[in-house]
């Protein structure tokens, strides 16, 4: 059977160099075109190459094949689809969303075919960073946590938790006190040597509109140039570091109705709480499970905490804590 991977090229066209050759996510991408969500990259390459492909023909897709499997879908609480992942043993995965576009990705995570489909560069993008590349990630054999991260003092501090609990926010402000961005909402990570490391993610910060105002208001660190915006955050780009580090800590941010004013570190290396920050299971082969599985051990081997605090705790009191607590 023919691939629909099959169509895509190298992209040395008579010796020219890819419009964009940037790594991020562990993984080295190579495309014709400029990736806007990309530049500005300065990631050291892995070797692992990911050639990617954007072709603007409207329902370029078409020759998915009908017996692919739905995989999973997010939907909007009307109903309405956000994206879904289909995938076929011959074809690959298919990531798709009325937003952002198609997404063909070859079953071996080395080829992907971007189909916009009239989608605005920077919702089709949004995707390709927010969940096509680390799904490729996962499929080159890395693990993915639904994470924000920064480098302090040489190894990568990880932040948790749900949407909303202020990862991109902590993580700035461990920025503005002398930490090094590493990745926004989605971090990379290889066991090598019986140790993690974190791979520097795409160059894109996501910051809540709130969170602009108040860095606005505080004298904060306030990335400069914004990529997008839209009804939830604006996007930005943030120089992030250059190489892979070690995991040294993750910390669950956990805001409750009821928490303490000042913030509260508690013990927290539950294999059930790490296994819940894994980017998805959508991908459940058995070498994949084996290597989440792996991952979850080493990591557990660190200082691993929840940081209890009210809803009113803001960015600055977090990352103080942070800072007192790693003694920096």
């Not at 329902?59 to 909007?76: I, T, V």
């Not at 971007?114 to 080159?140: H, K, M, N, S, Y």
């Not at 995991?247 to 004013?261: E, V």
Request: a negative charge.
């Amino acid at each position: 059977m023919t691939s629909a991977l099959d169509s895509v090229r190298p992209y040395a066209y008579g010796g020219q160099r890819a419009a964009t050759w940037a790594t991020a996510f562990g993984l080295d991408v190579r495309c014709e075109i400029p990736l806007s969500f990309l530049e500005g990259s300065t990631a050291t390459p892995t070797g692992r190459t990911l050639d990617v492909s954007v072709q603007a023909a409207a329902a370029a897709s078409s020759d998915w094949p009908e017996s692919a499997e739905l995989l999973c879908e997010q939907r909007e609480p009307d109903g309405n689809v956000i994206f879904r992942v289909e995938a076929h043993p011959a074809a690959g995965y298919l990531i798709s969303g009325p937003k952002y576009g198609a997404h063909l990705l070859s079953a071996d995570g080395r080829r992907l075919r971007c189909l916009p489909e009239g989608c605005a560069d920077d919702a089709w993008q949004r995707l390709l960073i927010a969940q096509v590349l680390p799904f490729a990630t996962l499929l080159r054999g890395l693990e993915v946590f639904h994470a924000s991260a920064v480098v302090l003092d040489g190894g990568a501090v990880a932040l948790i938790g749900p949407s909303g609990a202020g990862k991109t926010s902590v993580a700035l402000e461990l920025c503005r006190r002398g930490a090094s961005f590493l990745a926004d909402d989605v971090l990379a990570l290889e066991s090598r040597a019986d140790e993690l490391l974190t791979h520097p993610g795409s160059p894109v910060a996501g910051v809540d509109h709130a969170e602009v105002e108040r860095l606005r208001e505080t004298d904060g660190i306030l990335p400069k140039e914004i990529i997008a915006v839209n009804a939830r955050e604006q996007l930005m780009h943030v120089p992030s570091a250059p190489e892979p580090v070690p995991l040294a800590a993750l910390f669950f941010l956990d805001r409750r109705a009821n928490g303490p004013k000042r913030p509260r570190f508690e013990p927290a290396a539950g294999a059930q709480m790490l296994l819940g920050a894994t980017f998805n299971f959508v991908l459940a082969t058995p070498e994949r499970l084996c290597g989440l599985l792996n991952v979850c051990a080493l990591a557990a081997r660190l200082r691993v905490e929840r940081i209890v605090t009210g809803p009113a705790t803001d960015a600055s009191e977090l990352g103080a804590a942070i800072g007192r607590r790693l003694g920096s």
